[in-house]
């Protein structure tokens, strides 16, 4: 009977050391899995502080671009409107020209024959130097 209980004890002893040692084990691998979780948690708040800087560069990026391009775009308004004004200067010219040569080179047959509307419009003036007078200003003002 002793060697029953003496085995009995043995038994219990080796399921208890069986179980310390899974108990052990089982810690163990919950450090290690609690250790991989915050190196992946550190990992990807490096990428999303890596992701923000470029964010904000590629803001920084368009912001320069949308501000180069507002520039552009009102100097081709104001160079469409300096293009439209010599159209008509032009025109106004050559209607000058194409008058004085209808009357055999001219001027004072031209002035002469010449309607009043035609003299009162400011684009058909005999100064060749006048200044275009567009801006940027003159386009917005709707």
């Not at 899995?33 to 803001?59: A, P």
């Amino acid at each position: 009977m002793a060697s029953s209980t003496g085995n009995s004890s043995k038994s219990e002893d080796l399921v208890n050391e069986r179980k310390r040692k899974r108990m052990e084990s089982n810690r163990e691998s919950a450090r290690r899995s609690r250790l991989r979780k915050q190196k992946h948690l550190d990992d990807l708040m490096g990428q999303v502080e890596q992701l923000k800087e470029e964010n904000s560069k590629i803001l920084t990026s368009i912001n320069v671009t949308t501000q180069n391009y507002a520039t552009v775009e009102a100097h081709n308004s104001v160079l469409r409107a300096q293009m439209m004004e010599l159209n008509q200067r032009l025109h106004s010219l050559n209607d000058i020209v194409n008058n004085i040569n209808a009357n055999n080179g001219t001027f004072e047959d031209f002035h002469m024959n010449c309607p009043e509307t035609f003299m009162n419009n400011p684009w058909n003036l005999m100064c060749l130097n006048q200044p275009i007078m567009a801006s940027a200003d003159m386009l917005y003002q709707y």
